[in-house]
Structures are given as structure tokens and as C-alpha cells.
């Protein structure tokens, strides 16, 4: 959860930058995924948290930065992160290093398109 409220935080710091950022970071992640496992002995360790804030940046991206938006985009991807509904869990049973990021980052998308969906056709 912390690393979703971080992902908020950055977005919240800097808004213009937040496809940039979330690419960035989520690349960085992916590189880090291996040294964080050897570091912390596990296979996905909890306190590596860089997955969590690139999956939340990633289900901002594009979306206006109001309230509304950025309290759902928290709570869906929460849920989403949480629940691993299909195809989140095919990337959460990934047993190499990236499995780590992938799942966060697949929750990121899928709150993301719900967002534009809801945003374009229902609102």
C-alpha cells in the first residue's frame, strides 16, 4: 500500500511528468527486480516497493489529476493489486524476476483503461 500512496505522491509532485516517470521507474524496477530478490531472499519481496508506485503512476497516465479520478484510480488499482483478477495473476504466477513488476504494472493498465472507458463513454 505504501508504494501506491508514494506513486500518488509523484504524481501529485510532478504531473507533467508522469508517462516519463512512470516509464522510467517501471524500466529501472525491472532491472531491479533480480537484486532485490538476492538482497531480500524472497521471491517477491514486500518491502521492494518500486512495483507498487510504477503500477500506480501507470494508472494515472493520461487521466486528468482531479479528485475524483485520483481516488478511484487508488482504490481500483488497490483492489486490483489485491484480488489479482484475470490476466493480473498469469503475471503474478511468473516465476522469473519480473513477475515482480509485471503484475503491478498489468493492475496499472487495466485500472488505467477502466478510467478512459468510464471517462469517455459514461461520464
Known sequence: MWGSVAGLGLAWV?????????????????????????????????????????????????????????????ILFRVADSLKPWPIILFQRMKNPIGIMADDLAAGVLVNLFLQIIIRFVI
Open 14 to 74: 510532478w504531473p507533467a511528468g508522469l508517462a516519463p516517470m512512470a516509464l522510467g521507474l517501471s524500466v529501472l524496477g525491472l532491472f531491479l527486480c533480480a537484486p532485490a530478490q538476492a538482497a531480500f531472499a524472497q521471491e517477491d519481496p514486500q518491502v521492494f516497493v518500486l512495483d507498487e508506485v510504477c503500477g500506480m503512476l501507470l494508472s494515472l497516465v493520461a487521466l486528468p489529476l482531479t479528485l475524483p479520478i485520483v481516488v478511484s484510480a487508488f
